[in-house]
Each structure stands twice: as C-alpha cells, then as structure tokens.
C-alpha cells in the first residue's frame, strides 16, 4: 500500500489516476499517523521548492518523511518531490530540502548553442539515457522517452545517485535513487507507457521488500 502525501502542493489526481490503472493500492492523506501504516511513501509536487518546504515542516511532515526513510520505508518523489529530496533549492532564494540525496536544485541557464535554443522551462518529451540499467525501478521499459515540464534542475556531484538523465544542453538528472529513496524529475502518470513502468515497478519493488520480510 502507498501512502500520498498531501501537502497541499501536489499533481494528486492524475498521479492516483495512474495507481489506480495499475490496480495498484494506494491511499492519499495529510495524516501521519495514516501514513505511517504505509508500506512506501510518494512525495508529488508542483509549484516553488520554497513553499513546498513551507509547507512540509508546518506540521513537522518533513521530520516524518526523514524519519520514515531512516527506518526503511521506501519513497518515490515526482517532479518537484524529487527536488525536494535533495540537499538545498536556490528558487526564490537558497532554501533547505529534506537532505536525502545529494545535490543543490538550481534553474536552467536558457542558452543558445550552434543554433539551437535551450528554453526555459524544459518542456516536453525527451529521451532518458540509463545510467544505471540494473535500477529496480527502471526494468523493462516499454520506451526510454518521458515528459518534463520544469525550469529547475538538480546538480549534483554524486554520480551514483543518477539511475538515468536527459540531454538539455547538460546532463539532467531523470530518474534518481539511493537505498530506499526514488525520484522522478518528468511526470511518470503523463509519460505514457513508460511512466507506468516506473510506478509499476516502484510498486513491484514494494511488494518484493515485503515478501523478503515476511521471509
């Protein structure tokens, strides 16, 4: 079972779409005690990294995602919940993350090379390139394109948390992930048949723990 967590900043419905088109089981709540009989946590996001963190430690819902990593739990960030997995933002000033990963979110230069021009935000399907293509998460890709919308983008000089990147005049991080802890920049539940994937094997991942601790 996932627990949603809702923060009031999160693309809800159409991530809940996507679960429940899977037949996986899911529930969504602001309640940490609810969530805490989850197996796994998903963090969805769109807006500004500021509010979000704002918005997280009001009820002390970011001590409780820490805590709830620490003890094991897996997590799943989507598009700014991803973000916020990592160390710091520097939208609307420097701002704290949840410290999962490593890494500083900064916004795309929007630059002009040989002709071509990268624009601000990055938007629209774009190839990932698998950095890690024994990723639990990534198995068995029905397509390796996916779809992005966002004008900020993690740096981080931790080549082991980076699963798979895109190609925006730099390398961007895509899909990110150390132990326990996932992340998608793109919007799995609007990427097609490989945004199910994805989730489908976040959840698949969550089932096989399961079935290793009942052992």
Known sequence: ???????????????????RRLGVDHFLSEDKTELAEADA??????????DAMQALR??????FIKQ?????????????GMQLLFDESEENGLTEGLHLLPGRVVRFPGVTVK?????????????????QPDAL???????DYVYFVHSYFVKTEDPSVLLA????????PAVVGRGNVFG???HPEKSSLAGLDILKNFAAYIEGRKTHEAL
Not at 1 to 19: E, F, K, R, T
Not at 115 to 131: A, S
């Open 184 to 186: 998608a920049q793109f």
């Open 58 to 63: 009001k009820d002390g819902m970011d001590d």
């Open 137 to 143: 998460v990534l198995k068995d890709l029905s397509s």
């Open 41 to 50: 946590l998903l963090l969805p996001g769109v807006g500004a990294f500021k």
């Open 115 to 131: 002709g071509e021009t990268y624009k601000v935000p990055h938007m629209g399907w774009n190839q990932m390139i698998i950095r």
């Open 68 to 80: 709830s990593v620490k003890e094991g739990k897996p997590l799943l960030g989507i598009c700014l």
């Open 165 to 172: 990147t895109a190609d925006y005049y730099e390398d961007v």
């Open 1 to 19: 079972m996932i627990g949603i967590i809702d923060y009031g900043m999160g693309n809800l419905h159409s991530v809940q779409n996507a679960l």
